[in-house]
C-alpha cells in the first residue's frame, strides 16, 4: 500500500531529527527521557509499518492481548 506524502515527510523529519538530536521531540514532558520518539510519534510509527505491510488496522496493545472472561459458577443440584 501506498504511503500518503504527509507520511513520507513525517517518516523523512522524525528519522533526521532522531540523527540530528537523538531524539524527534522537543518537549520532554511529550515521552520519556531516554525515549528517541514521543508517545504519540511510536503510536504512528506502528500505524505507518502496518500501513505498508498491508495489514488493515493496528489493534491497539490492549485489544491483541487475550482476554479472560471469567467461569460461570457451577450449578450445584439441590
Known amino acids: 500500500m501506498d504511503l500518503t506524502t504527509w507520511e513520507g515527510e513525517f517518516l523523512t523529519e522524525v528519522g533526521e531529527r532522531v540523527k540530528t538530536y537523538g531524539r524527534a ?3 520532554p514532558e511529550k515521552g520519556s527521557p531516554g ?3 514521543s508517545l504519540r510519534q511510536a503510536m504512528k ?5 502496518a500501513k505498508a505491510k498491508g495489514e488493515d488496522k493496528l489493534q ?3 485489544k491483541t492481548r ?3 472472561t471469567p ?3 457451577e450449578e ?3
Open 60 to 62: 491497539p496493545r490492549w
Open 25 to 27: 521531540f522537543a518537549d
Open 66 to 68: 487475550a482476554r479472560k
Open 76 to 78: 450445584t443440584e439441590e
Open 35 to 37: 525515549q528517541a520518539l
Open 45 to 49: 510509527l506502528r500505524q505507518i509499518t
Open 71 to 73: 467461569s460461570e459458577p
